[in-house]
């Protein structure tokens, strides 16, 4: 149980880990490659300089390297503090405060600065400074450090920092999904260690990521996903174990229909037919690919491998010939591939019988929900996102007329964030309006007969009425009673 | 039946969730001969429940019921309080705020009811570990208990001691420490002690806004950074279908164009008429507080 003692290793950063920088409240997620420029904060450096280093440890950016920050550089400059005036009667906005001009500032900085040592230099040269209450001080410094504190800290990345950081930087490409919302789908779903999850998300990969750290490598995770291929940017941000992606498998959307009604070929009985679909997905994928290769979704997911190129060295057609070949014997090799993973993912999904269902996608979510819902083993889960609220009001009607569902709930949470200071303790100002909408339920057995079980359900005449007045259990017609 | 782990059918020891309705659930120990009484009639453990599945309907004299199986989430809406609970909302946050996550290692005080502590035991079982402190030795045996009842029992160890004056009982072991008692301001160093000497994260659930400020300054004294309170409220949404009645102005002489066919509109309904909505309402009462949440982060000592 105890950890053991001096091993650091597991807390040092390596090549090739996936970090988060983090400044203040702005974080950014990156790989550390040698030699790889990151721009963040409108700084650029490189990373290579914090291999070796343990997490959570904080640089500073020095010509575009990073130099390990002493602890005693990051206490606060509260010994500066001599002097300071009661109220702001006398302190008039005449502009002249200031004693250096812009210029002065753009020197101290060119000339290296570190930011304590520029921030001091305000606070000296400002004729107003010292009449300013103990508190006006402290919230002039604070500022002061925000912009010009040129320090980086490097953290290891979890659920709770990605979910911080897209939420932050780009809410669009996870529909608006606040981190405390996919707080509550991860609870809500019962997401654990050894279950089955099918998740079907658009969300970067990160509603993926966060449900495989919660099952921390052990059971299995199906991911339905639309069009030729998974998003999975936001999973690699996360920086799992290799072993982590043996427990991930991936599914075609457009397949579920066959799944569901057992035409499904997985198994490649019929392999011109399974070649033909693959044939399809292969063209989907392409237009795909290279959206996934926009220089927007660049912007944040360093993650996205950069794909090796072969330099074309020799024009000679017997060079292009055995370039085509092993082109195609490529092409048939990903095929054979795609065909194993579909089967594999088939074999996780045909008991339908799986543990959870997460849902948060750009689409309608009723149909989705409608159709991956068989996929659900009796007494289990499900929790479905929308940023939107009304369709998810459909879905709650439609269940509601269906029936194999109980414990509906619609909702949404609110995050208050305080700012506690002595004296100073107040709500933060603005709060984000917006996280988004959850759908979550529980399914249960449908249908009168109950094949599965070992004795037949005593039925009792006139208790149809009595059940009328079950407010959850209002079924206008069954669903499939599995055949 | 456990848990931290889903399985298919009921057995005896198990203990079920019967589903009455959202806001009336039951949890039973199924017993061989046992009875339930419900609302809905009696439920008899060997003909109705050993053997079947999770999910089943079970008919009773005067309806029927489903029985479910156990999760954290319908345990927290249906155990038996010896203390106030934190609920599923103020958990979900704990829980990602905590990072916790299969294998980690996580001191907890006071145990109170074990709401909290079956939902942070799902989500580090199979291979973590739940340290947690009760003070009150009643409640301290109920909870161990419990525990073993729902089969974590092997990944939990209940103390019972005060956690301001003995700690928790153990040190530099915990990825995350959880406190929720009174004065937490004097718990924050056994928390700092019982993290490991890598760092950890910590979270104190305090009602009152003074705590959080005592609790904050003892998170500062003792070297805790990424200080952080926040404060997670739920939202309800019922869904209703609404009519809404339309107004009866009287004849309108005037022939404005439009107004006339509104007009002829409502006249087919023979008088104003009404329009129907699906619509969500709020209920009348929510919980507008429970408490506030203050993260911190024990950096490396």
């Known amino acids: 149980m105890a950890d053991n003692g001096d091993d650091d290793s597991q807390y040092r950063m390596k090549e090739g880990d996936y970090v988060v920088l983090k400044r203040g409240d702005i974080f950014k997620a990156a790989q550390i490659v040698a030699k790889k420029k990151v721009i963040f904060e409108k700084q650029w450096f490189f990373l290579e300089n914090a291999v070796g280093h343990l997490y959570n440890s904080t640089f500073e950016i020095h010509g575009g390297h990073l130099q390990l920050k002493k602890t005693s550089d990051t206490g606060n400059s509260a010994d500066s503090k001599e002097v300071a005036g009661v109220d702001n009667r006398n302190i008039v906005d005449d502009g002249k405060s200031q004693k250096l001009t812009r210029d002065d500032i753009e020197m101290l900085k060119e000339k290296g600065l570190k930011g304590q040592e520029i921030i001091q230099q305000l606070i000296d040269n400002s004729s107003t400074f010292k009449d300013k209450t103990e508190y006006a001080q402290d919230k002039y410094i604070k500022k002061k450090k925000k912009k010009y504190e040129n320090s980086v800290t490097l953290l290891k990345p979890s659920c709770r920092i990605l979910a911080m950081m897209y939420h932050g930087r780009e809410p669009g490409k996870i529909c608006h999904l606040r981190y405390d919302t996919l707080a509550q789908m991860l609870t809500l779903a019962n997401i654990h260690a050894g279950s089955k999850v099918v998740v079907f998300e658009t969300c970067a990969g990160l509603v993926l990521g966060a449900v495989m750290e919660r099952m921390g490598g052990f059971g299995s995770v199906v991911q339905m996903y639309p069009g030729g291929g998974p998003v999975r940017a936001g999973v690699d941000s996360f920086g799992f174990p290799a072993h982590f992606h043996n427990t991930l498998h991936e599914f075609p959307l457009c397949r579920v229909n066959a799944l569901l009604n057992g035409t499904l070929e997985a198994a490649g009985k019929d392999p011109s037919a399974d070649e033909q679909a693959a044939n399809v997905e292969e063209e989907q994928r392409e237009p795909e690919a290279e959206q996934q290769g926009s220089p927007e979704e660049l912007r944040m997911e360093t993650s996205t491998d950069v794909t090796e190129r072969p330099e074309p060295e020799e024009p000679e057609e017997r060079e292009k010939e055995k370039r085509k070949e092993a082109k195609e014997q490529e092409k048939k090799q990903r095929l054979d591939e795609k065909r194993k993973k579909l089967a594999a993912a088939a074999a996780v999904l045909e008991g339908r019988n799986a543990d959870g269902l997460v849902i948060a996608s750009r689409f309608h979510p009723c149909p989705v929900l409608m159709g991956l819902l068989p996929l659900l083993a009796p007494s289990r889960p499900f929790v479905v996102y929308s940023q939107y609220k009304e369709p998810l009001v459909e879905c709650y009607t439609k269940l509601k007329e269906q029936g194999g569902t109980v414990n509906l709930q619609l909702t949404n949470t609110w995050l208050r964030h305080y700012q506690v200071l002595p004296n100073r303790t107040h709500p933060v100002l603005l709060m984000s309006g917006g996280g988004g909408y959850l759908l979550s339920g529980t399914t249960v057995a449908s249908g009168q007969s109950n094949p599965g079980q070992s004795k037949p359900v005593q039925t009792k005449p006139g208790k149809s009425k009595a059940a009328e007045e079950e407010p959850a259990a209002k079924r206008v017609k069954s669903t499939d009673t599995d055949a | ?301």
Not at chain 2, 91 to 116: D, H, N, Q
Not at chain 2, 154 to 183: E, W, Y
């Open chain 2, 1 to 301: 039946m456990s848990f931290a782990e889903y399985s298919e059918c009921i057995a005896e020891g198990d203990v079920a969730i019967i589903y009455l309705s959202h806001d009336a659930m039951m949890p039973v120990k199924v017993q061989k001969g046992a009875q339930t009484q419900t609302r809905y009639g009696v439920i008899r453990h060997s003909q109705d429940l050993i053997g079947h599945k999770y999910g089943s309907k079970v008919s009773c004299s005067k309806g029927w019921v489903h029985v479910l199986h156990p999760t954290p989430e319908l345990w927290t809406v249906s155990l038996p309080h010896r203390t106030q609970i934190l609920y599923t909302t103020d958990i979900s946050m704990i829980t990602m705020m905590l990072e916790l996550k299969p294998g980690a290692i996580v001191c907890e005080s006071g145990t109170g009811s074990g709401s909290l502590s079956h939902a942070i035991i799902r989500s580090i079982a199979p291979s973590g570990h739940l340290h947690t402190v009760e003070f009150h030795q009643q409640r301290a045996l109920k909870v161990q208990e419990e525990f073993n009842e729902h089969r974590v029992g092997h990944m939990v160890t209940v103390r019972n001691q005060d956690v301001c004056k003995d700690g928790f009982g153990v040190s530099g072991v915990a990825d995350a420490v959880f406190l929720d008692i009174p004065s937490p301001w004097d718990a924050v160093g056994h928390a700092k002690n019982a993290l490991k000497r890598q760092g950890g994260r910590a979270c104190s659930f305090s009602p009152c806004i003074e705590q959080v400020q005592r609790t904050c300054a003892a998170f500062s004294d003792h070297g805790f950074s990424e200080l952080c309170t926040v404060e997670i409220l739920l939202q309800v949404h019922d869904v209703r279908t609404v009519s809404l009645p339309l107004p009866d102005f009287g004849p309108n002489p005037d022939l404005n164009q439009d107004q006339n066919q509104d007009q002829n509109l409502n006249q087919n309904q023979s008088g104003p008429g009404a329009v129907t909505i699906k619509t969500t309402t709020a209920p009348r009462e929510i919980p507008g507080h429970t408490g506030f949440l203050t993260f911190a982060t024990k950096p490396r000592t």
